[in-house]
Nanobody
Framework: VQLQASGGGLVQAGGSLRLSCAASGRTFNSRALGWFRQAPGKERELVAVVTWSDGNTYYADSVKGRFTISRDSAKNTVYLQMNSLKPGDTAVYYC????????????WGQGTQVTVSS
């Protein structure tokens, strides 16, 4: 499995960014894909998850109502639309995947930096 994250950048507070995670290597119908983030000096945080087969989603409270995770089965890509960005959203964002009914994310993409200026 290969995951390729992209779309990070520098944006002002209140702005938007869309991250993409291109997935390849196997079918994902029995998997979930998630976005994590890690800010300097902080623990890694699970931001959002989507189940590939039915599109069910989960969001951390810190991003609920501002971020939207979605998947495009035709493109094998998962997106994280981030709106109303805050300086506290600054972090390296990673996409990862796990089998359903497990908790361990076994494949990870490289990170993409998101910086939100005040």
């Amino acid at each position: 499995v290969q995951l390729q994250a992209s779309g990070g950048g520098l944006v002002q507070a209140g702005g938007s960014l869309r991250l993409s995670c291109a997935a390849s290597g196997r079918t994902f119908n029995s998997r979930a894909l998630g976005w994590f983030r890690q800010a300097p000096g902080k623990e890694r945080e699970l931001v959002a998850v989507v189940t590939w087969s039915d599109g069910n989603t989960y969001y951390a409270d810190s991003v609920k109502g501002r971020f939207t995770i979605s998947r495009d089965s035709a493109k094998n890509t998962v997106y994280l639309q981030m709106n109303s960005l805050k300086p506290g959203d600054t972090a390296v964002y990673y996409c990862a995947t796990r089998l359903l009914r497990t908790t361990i994310y076994d494949y990870w993409g490289q990170g993409t930096q998101v910086t939100v200026s005040s």
